[in-house]
């Protein structure tokens, strides 16, 4: 079962907004349906607040990242280590954070980043991040690794 959830981040406040089922193959894909979602906040709502995307790897596909940026929000999402910059390099080559590169399937540059994330056996992982909008290395690693900590919780 997958599902699709919409939350909004308020302060130290995570209130989830909007959720889908995705029913699998022959459907709108869960990426599809996060931009449909993410489309359809309160203009209000909207308006008043600041709006920054945060998603996990699995939205961080070039149809979703041009969606949000067509929508002139700014994200910040998780992407593969076997990603393709422009010149065909994967980055997981890269060895500065920071950097502004360019993604195979983006007409613009974004910023990269990434940190460790520590398994359950105790091993490191790589994890890649990056921002549609020019930030710190520190802060894209820094929403990247902490989005889904339990204190953002209601």
């Known amino acids: 079962l997958h599902i699709v959830v919409l939350y909004l981040v308020i302060g130290k406040w995570r209130i989830p907004w909007n959720f889908r089922v995705w029913k699998g193959k022959g459907t709108a894909s869960p990426a599809q349906m996060a931009l449909r979602m993410v489309r359809n906040l309160p203009k209000k709502l909207t308006q ?3 709006v920054k995307i945060l998603a996990d790897t699995a939205f961080g596909t ?3 990242i041009n969606g949000i940026r067509k929508i002139k929000y700014h994200a910040v999402i998780g992407i593969g280590c ?3 910059l422009v010149n065909g390099c994967p980055v997981k080559i890269l060895h500065r954070r920071g950097q502004q590169v360019k993604l195979v399937g983006l007409d613009f540059p974004v910023t990269i980043s990434w940190y460790y994330f520590k398994r359950d056996n105790g091993q490191f992982v790589k994890r890649y991040i990056v921002s549609t909008q020019p930030l710190k290395a ?3 690693s820094w929403w990247g690794k902490h989005r889904w900590q339990s204190r953002w919780l209601v």
């Open 82 to 84: 076997n990603r393709k």
């Open 62 to 64: 070039k149809d979703f």
């Open 138 to 140: 520190s802060t894209i």
């Open 48 to 50: 008043k607040f600041q």
